[in-house]
């Protein structure tokens, strides 16, 4: 069993920047491909970024490509999601996720592929 806690949401102002953190247990970091989703109201959820067990690969959304970074700290059992030049549109819950693998080229960008979530943390993006 892998429990996740995000961390880092917030409100802020378009153009600012803030860090996600999600701190995973239960499991041995390195062997997780992890990814960043996000729900904003009445919307269905959404795939942000993924990457692999050993965090050598990452994957975008095309809308957040270079102002969104996702990173994996294994020592620290963290996944982060840097998030720069906000928009209003990023307004959202904000979910990571975590599947077992055994390579590290795997990645995965569909909910369904993930295996354990975390509660979420909201991130407001508004003048």
């Known amino acids: 069993q892998v429990q996740l806690v995000e961390t880092g949401g917030g409100s802020v102002q378009p153009g600012d920047s803030l860090i996600l953190s999600c701190v995973a247990s239960?499991?041995?970091?390195?062997?997780?491909?992890m990814g960043w989703f996000r729900q904003a109201p009445g919307k269905e959820r959404e795939f942000v970024a993924a990457t692999s067990g050993y965090g050598t690969i990452q994957y975008y959304l095309d809308s957040v490509k270079g102002r969104f970074t996702i990173s994996k700290n294994n020592a620290k059992k963290t996944l982060y999601l840097q998030m720069n030049s906000l928009k209003p549109e990023d307004t959202a819950e904000y979910y990571c996720a975590a599947r077992p693998v055994s390579d590290d080229t795997v990645y995965y960008v569909g909910d369904k592929q993930y295996d354990y979530w975390g509660p979420g943390t909201q991130v407001i993006v508004s003048s």
């Open positions: 239960g499991r041995t970091f390195s062997e997780l491909a």
